[in-house]
Structures are given as C-alpha cells and as structure tokens.
C-alpha cells in the first residue's frame, strides 16, 4: 500500500515539474523568440522558431487588423 501512494506522488511531482518547466521561457545563448505584436518572450518549441510568431489568439487578431 505505501508503495502505491509512494508511486503516485511521484507521478504528481513529476507532472508538476514538467508543468513548471514548460511555463519558464527557455534561454537559448541568448536568443529568444518573442511575440511580433507585444514582445513578450515566447517558450521555445522543437519546430517553431524565429520571425512571425505571436503569443496568444488576441496579439494574431491585432496583427491581422493591421496588416489590412
């Protein structure tokens, strides 16, 4: 029985641990991405990077507008 709970604790801190990670924007010899609308700095992605990024639906409706 202790095992099991032993096991589930872990599986949480692990979960949290990822959670928090993926929140932190991640430093890259100091290029970042960040937003082409605000510039808040974005969280680094395996397949997205550079130019013409935006960080949320609200900054990409803003960007659109005036593109027009």
Do not use: F, H, I, Y
């Amino acid at each position: 029985m202790r095992t099991k709970v032993n096991e589930g604790r872990e599986k949480v801190a692990t979960k949290v641990t990822e959670r928090a990670k993926s929140l932190v924007p991640a430093q890259r010899g100091g290029e970042t991405d960040s937003c082409m609308v605000c510039g808040r700095t974005m969280r680094q992605t395996a397949t997205v990077r550079g130019e013409g990024r935006v960080c949320s639906p609200t900054c990409a409706r803003k960007w659109a507008e005036g593109t027009d």
